[in-house]
Nanobody, 121 residues
Framework: QVQLVESGGGLVQPGGSLRLSCAAS????????MSWVRQAPGKGPEWVSG????????RYADSVKGRFTISRDNAKNTLYLQMNSLKPEDTALYYC??????????????WGQGTQVTVSS
């Protein structure tokens, strides 16, 4: 009954912004390290960002550092990814995932269903 439901994706122009949300249920969200992972068609998955249980510890892939911000609201069981200064290479299916970088990359079953982000003129 674990569920991770991503939303907020869409089509944006280069330089634009999007805010992704992930609604979590079926597990103790507040005690779970969370990550965002993305995958472009024909490419392997790429870990994007992670956040600790309290929200005060965050990590980012070099490719998104300075542009993306991960956050969480434990009272709402929701994970967020604020994406600014978007580039065409950010185009991908974005997944919410339980666990840190190592665990999320190892366990595809820990991901949600994904939300599509397309950055194009």
């Amino acid at each position: 009954q674990v569920q991770l439901v991503e939303s907020g994706g869409g089509l944006v122009q280069p330089g634009g912004s999007l805010r992704l949300s992930c609604a979590a249920s079926g597990f103790t969200f507040s005690s779970t390290y969370m990550s965002w992972v993305r995958q472009a068609p024909g490419k392997g998955p790429e870990w994007v960002s992670g956040i600790n249980t309290g929200g005060g510890g965050t990590r980012y892939a070099d490719s998104v550092k300075g542009r993306f911000t991960i956050s969480r609201d434990n009272a709402k069981n929701t994970l967020y990814l604020q994406m600014n200064s978007l580039k065409p290479e950010d185009t991908a299916l974005y997944y919410c995932a339980r666990g840190d970088r190592s665990l999320a990359m190892l366990r595809r079953d820990y991901w949600g269903q994904g939300t599509q982000v397309t950055v194009s003129s």
